[in-house]
């Protein structure tokens, strides 16, 4: 018999084998790529099923369903309910209010809004906060300092209160950083606020690795070879760091859009005409007693993305490293990543 | 003991003068417009713009301007500009609410998140275990702008269970105000007890684990008495930082959307009214107040800790 060795598959190919075994985590990976493939899918959706865009007013269009005239909107102001497949798709899920959007496609729409924000503010969170805490880990003395002392201040802010406030100061301002400029109602503008404030919550734990890995013999190997400060960090440190950052991401990203839908949905984060979950929520909770569904399907949908990426971002922890206990810190208002272990 | 307190509360005043920094940093000096024009709001007119700029002093030079903002803050000089309402009054007049919403709701968090940790600790990986383990996780995983719409809707629109929105002050209606405030309450609860349950389980097993429990089973005592006097009491030292530290988030954080999806008249949602209409005088005041309060809570939380527990102080004493 030929037996393989452990060792000669290679620990991505075992950890990928791990992960396949955990059924929860590869179903809700599955959902995953579903609700990606259903944001994907909205321009098709809005040309060739709604014929119309997410922002486009109906506000006095009549629809034609069977033999019967309805209008988008009533005259007392109230939107169309959810036609479901009655008017070929066309407001397949009703209208958003008085103006007679076309809610199906914004929610199609809203979630290329928030998914984009979650996972780019989600790299750029990752990238800045594994840079700081390689900085901080390996320097130590005044650098180390220096970034600590900044983020554990960042940290001890109330997080969605700043959040607020400088998401509306910048949607009143726009931003102005050197070569980086954002105009008010740009969606880079949430994206900022919210690696701002995550930033901390990530460079902190990471730190804490970089200053355990650059104890060990390999790294002091390296530098007897000769190697300098960025080759030590980024070529012997930082692939020891890749299963850590790889559940970070994941879990930053469920983390994020949770940020972003509690800005929005106060209307500190993505401004109008752009949309997102969070804010679709806010447009729908004005309709509650009529038409519930506006405020509780972008609700459901933020549920199901952010307890998807946790769960699939918990079964990376388990495949990538079984003894291992890294977590990303809850704060206010998100979902602490270990509680969806099931 | 008074050495601890003395540092922590020079702590807290190096943090407090950061956080005013910051607030300062994020309305005047970060985004990239004139910042008079900001203030003013969307249709102000260049008179007020104006005068503004004058009040606040944007013509002199930064540590000046900080300098004139705290000075207006801590006068209750800070208005609003449409209409010109004072900040702080509006605020203050706010807290009874906002405070109602909170205490209530961290009552109830705590009382079920120990209860539910405690009764899924008593045997790990038994039935209730699995079924609490759910419980706290749907608890954890549901955001407040999903289950608000969720219950208002079914329980107050559909059942007519619970009066809909709105906040009656507790010296007025006792009774009204109790059942007005149910929903929010739990609303708000829901995430800290499925957090805390889980957090409570975890210890109770790591402290099950320690051998003076199981001194206290060899000397005779009965079951409930160990676990009720030796696991639990020694479980819940952790929870005391932990509350401290989500009671002051709770409030500056998600009670300011659950008020605002309950149409609570409290501070929560006169800052999102505020940033509805992108008006930033509130905010600035909203944000700086609410900072001050959760620094000043975590800075008393320590404090209360390092009593409870020794180890704190000196542990800090000799770093």
Known sequence: MEAVSADERGPWRLALRRFLRNRLAVAFLGLFVLIVLFVLAAPLWAEHVAETGPNQTHTLQKLQVGDETREVVSPAGLPIGPQWFEAGGKFFLGADSRLGRDEMVRLMYGGRTSLFIGIVSGLITTIVATILGLLAGYYRGWVDSVIARVLDVIWSLPVLLFGIALGVSLAVGGLKIGPLELSGGSIWVPIFVICVFTVPYMARPLRGEVLALSEKEFVEAAVAQGAGPLRVMFAEILPNLASTIIVFFTLNIANNMLFEAALSFLGAGVQPPNSSWGSMISIGEELLTTQPLLAIIPGTMILLTVLALNIVGDGLRDALDPRSKVRLEAHAGTVEPEGASV | ?319
């Open chain 2, 1 to 319: 003991m008074m050495g601890f307190i003395v540092r922590r509360l020079a702590g807290m005043a190096i943090v407090l003068f950061l956080v005013s920094v910051i607030v300062f940093l994020v309305f005047n000096v970060i985004p990239n417009s004139p910042p008079a024009q900001r203030l003013a709001g969307k249709n102000a007119t260049p008179v007020l713009v104006k005068s503004i700029e004058e009040e606040w002093g944007f013509d002199k030079s930064l540590p000046q301007q900080y300098l004139t903002m705290m000075e207006k803050v801590f006068n209750g000089e800070l208005t609003s500009y449409e209409p010109r309402l004072p900040v702080d009054e509006q605020i203050f007049e706010r807290i009874p609410a906002t405070l109602s919403l909170s205490i209530g709701a961290a009552v109830i968090w705590l009382f079920f998140g120990l209860l539910l940790g405690y009764l899924s600790a008593l045997k790990p990986g038994g039935a209730l275990d699995r079924v609490l383990t759910g419980v706290a996780v749907a608890g954890i995983s549901i955001p407040v702008f999903l289950l608000a719409p969720v219950l208002l809707y079914f329980l107050t629109y559909k059942l007519e269970i619970f009066p809909s929105g709105g906040y009656t002050p507790l010296s007025e209606e006792p009774w009204e105000w109790f059942t007005h405030l149910i929903l929010p309450w739990f609303t708000l609860a829901v995430l800290s007890i499925g957090f805390y349950s889980r957090v409570l389980r975890s210890n109770m097993i790591d402290v099950m684990n320690e051998d003076y429990v199981r001194t206290a089973r060899a000397k005779g005592l009965s079951e409930r008495k160990v676990m009720t006097r030796h696991v639990l009491r020694n479980s819940l030292i952790p929870i005391v930082t932990l509350f401290g530290l989500d009671f002051g988030a709770t409030i500056a954080g998600t009670a300011i959307i659950t008020e605002s999806l309950y149409s609570i008249d409290g501070v929560g949602n006169y800052a999102a009214e505020a940033i509805a209409k992108l008006e930033l005088p509130p905010i600035m005041g909203v944000t700086l107040y609410g900072a001050f309060f959760v620094v000043f809570v975590n800075a008393v939380v320590d404090i209360v800790y390092a009593y409870l527990d020794p180890r704190v102080r000196l542990g800090a004493s000799a770093r």
